[in-house]
């Protein structure tokens, strides 16, 4: 069994990476150390894997089809790698990682893209991961890395950007895929930062503060806040009471939520 005799599942969005080219420059982004520990979601056929483990030993997959997990259990049987059959967004991230030892503990993946954003906010959450590589839809890369007053920029946006650190890699067309997607793909790199935000907290404010972007911040926070308070935290934040939620900036916006809580 291979990428060309190997029937895809579409509700898992399945595309295969066949490129070696690229599978290595993922790998060399990562800037793998014998002891690192990496966890690589959603495997495949374990191309990637195998440029993985020619780095460090201290390696886990996790791959949630049946057919494939088999697959990867006889490609490396004997070998130090450690499988498990589950779905990502089901695997309690932060214990699997407690129970690792590694200088850094690194993510690699090409991530499906209909769970690529709830994936990344649990591995941030997990406060376990030191980086991660991962390839997701150009559309999800460019409202991740976008900035304010522009189109894609969101409550989404400015979590991650609180939390981590975010880089774009480069981009990867569908003509290196089987099945070509009909979009195209983009490695980023992101960093958890060492924080003590309160992440389900801001997770409220920032749904509340962007419920209508097309309202004024003020309109949007008074359905919780008095209307004195938020005078109060505009003047304290030096923010005009009537702009709209896509102006600020992420360190504003946090700013705003401290001094409102």
């Known amino acids: 069994m291979n990428e060309k005799n190997f029937y895809p599942s579409k509700k898992m969005g399945q595309n295969f990476l066949l490129s070696d080219d690229y599978k290595k420059r993922i790998v060399d982004a990562a800037n793998i150390k014998e002891s690192d520990f990496v966890l690589e979601i959603g495997a495949g056929f374990g191309a990637i894997s195998d440029y993985i483990i020619s780095k460090t030993k201290n390696f886990t997959i996790i791959e949630f089809d049946k057919r494939l997990f088999e697959f990867l259990l006889n490609k490396f049987n004997g070998s130090s790698i450690e499988l498990i059959n589950s779905d990502i967004l089901k695997v309690d991230i932060n214990n699997l990682l407690n129970q690792k030892d590694g200088t850094s503990k690194k993510v690699i993946s090409n991530l499906p893209y209909s769970i690529s954003s709830q994936v990344i906010i649990n591995l941030i959450k997990s406060k376990n991961v030191d980086d ?123 700013s705003l939520y401290e001094e409102l809580m």
């Open 132 to 254: 991660m590589f991962l390839m997701v839809q150009t559309e999800m890369a460019n409202r991740i890395i976008s900035k304010p007053n522009s189109k894609k920029y969101n409550g989404y946006t400015v979590l991650i950007n609180l939390l981590a650190d975010v880089k774009k890699l480069f981009d990867v067309p569908p003509t290196v895929f089987y099945p070509e997607p009909n979009v195209y793909s983009t490695v980023i790199q992101i960093t958890p930062k060492k924080t003590s935000i309160d992440i389900e907290s801001i997770e409220k404010f920032l749904k509340l503060l962007f419920s209508e972007k097309r309202k004024k911040i003020s309109n949007n926070l008074k359905k919780n806040y008095s209307i004195d308070k938020l005078t109060k935290a505009y003047v304290k934040c030096n923010i005009q009471d009537d702009v709209r939620a896509e102006q600020l900036s992420p360190q504003q916006i946090l």
